[in-house]
Structure formats: structure tokens, C-alpha cells
């Protein structure tokens, strides 16, 4: 809401001014006071966008104060309008626009005159406003951006370093032992070296809109399946093995069916399912889905459970965003570049659903991810032996 301070040490005419601001400009928080010293002070604590000043008044003139509000950082860029009660030559005028004030007005005031010089500085601080947050906005994405390529950059370097470093190692002396070893490594590193650039490419898919989706028929159940090799087969290599993996039970009742496109639906499970292994170092991974209706329409919600660090509440404000992980320090401590979940959000987007998490820091997280109009389900031929934990 937008304030406006008036300073005038006879009430009638603090009346009068509030009355007309109140007629002519609402939805405007109205400050008054009689003494130029605590408008000071207001004006510094409230910092209004506009000040109506009477220019005689008993502590201060109003050409000094307006000189000092323009002299203090805190109020400078602060509108001034000042209000003479006595019919004044162009002198007057000249010393008040000297002093700073962005206005000068006679009583008695012209309502309209003055509901005029109120709306165009509203209009003109509005503006000043979003121009600033605009600036600041394209400032901390540059900033961002710079972050993100340097972490990137480290990123891409590791892999590549000992790419090169250990195929340097091969020579007709190196013992076969050795040579297994080094192959490993060399494989390892380079699919993940694939995966970053993989990751790279979809950023710019999906910024440009080239992003293509090839929807089929599929089923839930094996898709979850598979969800389960590739989810034990990530917790064999970060030798994660205190932790259970599992499938909400629940799930294996029924095979729903949906049109979507498997693969990114894969991407979507993988990315969070690897991000909740490398958050969790002992405990419960579980994934599943639920059926739901949501505004007339139904819908599969997926969800990744698990017990690990948690997530603050200001990192849970920022996790999706784009480059923002890169400066995290839950991505710095646990490595990788941070740009998994960012790409999951938009694929699920893009999917026709909507992803969100709930966390608590220190006690586990879920993300959650939505899916619209399924096919028909089918009953299943497999029964879970127990029920879910998942609401």
C-alpha cells in the first residue's frame, strides 16, 4: 500500500489535505502529524513515497526540512510537495525547488491540482519501483548464471581429469588387474560426464521450447519396476546400503495406464529418487503414487519419500529454480551441479502436472509430482504384504 506523510502544525488543514488524499487517491495509508520533527523521524522510519509539507512551521521551516530530507539517504528519493499558506511570488517558489521539493502548491489548494501531482508521482515511484526490481533481477541472474558456469565447469572438469588421467596410466606394462580398474573408472566418469551434458541440453530444450515429447501408453506398474532396478543399482554404486528401497505397496494393487512419454516420466523419478539417495545415509527411500481428483479431473500424484537431512525452509523456496542450487550449500557439500530438480519441475511441466515437496530439515523429505488423466486401471496380479507410511 502506498503512503503518504502529511506535515502540518494546524490540525484544520491536516483535516483537510487527509480528506481530500482519502476522495481523490485510495487505497493509500495516510500518515499526519503537527510537528516537523517527528515527521522527520516518520519519514525515516515509515519511508513514505510521498511528503506534503507546510512550509511555516514553528520548529522548522519547511525549506530547511525538505534541504535535509534530500540530504539523508535514507530519504532522498522521497516525493516532496510543498504547501505555502500565504500567496507567494516566483522567489518562493524558486527557494522551495531550490531546496529539493518536487513540488509547489498555494492554499487555498485546488483539490484537482493537487490529486494531479498525486497520482503522477504514485505513478512515476510505481514505475522507479519495478525499473529497480527489474535491474536487481537481471543483476542477481548474471551473478547466478557466473556461479552456475563456474560450478559447472568444475563439474565437467572432474570427470574429464580422470578420464584422461587414468587412460594415460595404460601401457603395455600395466597388469591386467590394473587395466579392469582403470577401465571402471574411465567408464564411470564418463557416463557421468554423458549425464551433465545430457542435463546441459535439456536446460536449453526446454529455455528455447524445443523440448519435444513423445507420448504412449504406458504402465504405472512397470514403469515403477523399473524404477526399482535402476534406484538399486544407483544405491550399489554410492554404496548406500543402509538404506531399504522399496515401492509403495499400495501401488502393485492396480495397474493404472497413462498416455505420457516414459522416458521423461523416467527422467522426472530418476533425478528425484538420486537426489534422495544422495541426501540420505541410513533409513527409507519409498516411491510410489496416488490415485487423486483435482478440480474435476483426475490425476496420478508420484511421490519420493525419504529420511534424510531435510530441507530448510529458505533453500525450499529456491530448490526449483533455475541456477540457484549451484550456490547451495547442500549441493557444494554433497556435490553435483544442482540443476537435477530444476530440470524435473519444467519436464513435469511440460508433462501437464506440477511438482512441490514437503520437508522438514533434519527429519526427511518428499517431492511430490502430478500426472493427468490416466486410462482405465487394471487390477493387479501382485498384493503388497503391508500397507504405506505415505498420506
Known amino acids: 500500500m502506498r503512503k503518504i506523510l502529511v506535515i502540518d502544525d494546524h490540525q484544520s488543514n491536516l483535516i483537510s489535505i ?65 504547501i505555502s499558506t500565504f500567496q507567494t511570488n516566483s522567489d518562493s517558489k524558486v527557494k522551495g525547488f531550490g531546496a529539493g521539493a518536487d513540488a509547489y502548491l498555494t492554499r487555498p489548494i485546488e483539490q484537482a491540482e493537487l490529486a494531479a501531482h498525486l497520482t503522477a508521482m504514485l505513478r512515476i515511484k510505481r514505475t522507479e519501483q519495478q525499473l529497480q526490481e527489474a535491474l536487481e533481477k537481471a543483476n542477481e541472474s548474471d551473478r547466478l548464471k557466473s556461479v552456475f558456469l563456474a560450478t559447472m565447469s568444475h563439474e565437467l572438469r572432474t570427470p574429464l581429469n580422470a578420464i584422461i588421467g587414468f587412460s594415460s596410466l595404460l601401457d603395455p606394462n600395466t597388469s591386467r588387474k590394473e587395466v579392469e580398474q582403470y577401465a571402471r573408472t574411465i567408464h564411470d566418469n564418463g557416463n557421468h560426464l554423458l549425464r551433465l551434458v545430457e542435463d546441459l541440453f535439456d536446460i536449453t530444450l526446454i529455455e528455447s521450447g524445443e523440448l519435444k515429447l513423445k507420448k504412449e501408453e504406458v504402465s504405472v506398474r512397470e514403469l515403477l519396476e523399473d524404477l526399482e532396478e535402476i534406484a538399486k543399482g544407483e544405491q550399489i554404486q554410492l554404496a548406500k546400503d543402509k538404506i531399504n528401497i522399496l515401492i509403495d505397496p499400495i501401488c502393485r494393487l492396480y495397474d493404472h495406464r497413462l498416455i505420457t512419454d516414459s522416458s521423461r516420466f523416467k527422467q522426472i523419478m530418476v533425478n528425484l529418487i538420486k537426489n534422495a539417495l544422495k541426501f540420505t545415509q541410513e533409513g527409507t527411500i519409498e516411491f510410489g503414487y496416488r490415485e487423486e481428483k483435482m478440480e474435476n479431473r483426475q490425476q496420478l500424484t508420484f511421490f519420493v519419500k525419504d529420511t534424510g537431512i531435510g530441507i530448510s525452509p529458505e533453500i525450499q523456496k529456491l530448490i526449483f529454480e533455475p541456477f540457484r542450487q549451484a550456490e547451495d550449500t547442500y549441493t557444494r557439500s554433497y556435490n553435483g551441479a544442482g540443476i537435477g530438480l530444476f530440470i524435473s519441475k519444467q519436464l513435469a511441466t511440460l508433462l ?27 487390477k493387479s496380479s501382485v498384493y503388497p504384504s503391508s500397507q504405506s507410511s505415505v498420506n
Open 352 to 378: 501437464g502436472g506440477e511438482m512441490w515437496l514437503e520437508s522438514k530439515e533434519g527429519a526427511g523429505s518428499t517431492f511430490y509430482f502430478t500426472i493427468p488423466n490416466p486410462l482405465q486401471k487394471r
Open 18 to 82: 487527509k480528506a481530500t488524499i482519502e476522495s481523490f487517491v485510495p487505497d493509500c495509508e495516510i500518515i499526519i502529524t503537527q510537528s516537523a520533527r517527528e515527521g522527520f523521524v516518520l519519514a525515516q522510519k515509515e519511508a513514505p513515497d510521498i511528503i506534503l509539507l507546510d512550509v511555516v512551521m514553528p520548529e522548522m521551516d519547511g525549506y530547511t526540512m525538505c534541504r535535509e530530507l534530500k540530504a539523508d539517504a535514507r530519504t532522498k528519493q522521497i516525493y516532496v510537495i510543498l
